[in-house]
């Protein structure tokens, strides 16, 4: 995203903004109300299916708890901080969703 540096209009800041797509699925299938949507929808197979393949997307992404952004053509990884909290955040998602003590 560009913008007009407010201190002088005639120059632009940059702002980047990158997307870590898998996270973002996951969770979204993980919120509240997706899985009975799916139900409903009789998709529960599907929508279980699409969960491991995103929180698999999610942990394949890292390295020794560690995810790394790809540069382009570049061999040069970089590792944002912004993103291995999501890859986190997804699999903490994942994780309480899948811990039943009650179903043992």
């Known amino acids: 995203?560009?913008?007009p540096r407010p201190d002088d209009p005639a120059r632009h800041e940059v702002l980047n903004v990158r997307h870590f797509t898998a996270t973002w699925i996951a969770r979204a299938l993980l919120s509240r109300g997706?899985?009975?949507v799916a139900r409903q929808?009789?998709?529960e197979e599907t929508w279980r299916e699409l969960v491991d393949g995103a929180v698999a997307?999610?942990?394949s992404g890292q390295r020794d708890g560690i995810w790394?952004?790809?540069r382009g053509g570049s061999t040069e990884?970089?590792?944002?901080?912004?993103m291995t909290y999501q890859g986190l955040s997804a699999l903490r998602a994942h994780a309480l969703w899948t811990?039943?003590?009650d179903e043992r």
């Not at 990884?77 to 912004?82: A, G, N, V």
């Open 77 to 82: 990884l970089r590792h944002p901080m912004w």
């Open 68 to 70: 790394s952004w790809g």
């Open 34 to 36: 997706a899985l009975e």
């Open 41 to 43: 929808d009789g998709l």
């Open 1 to 3: 995203m560009r913008r």
């Open 57 to 59: 997307a999610v942990r």
């Open 99 to 101: 811990y039943r003590p």
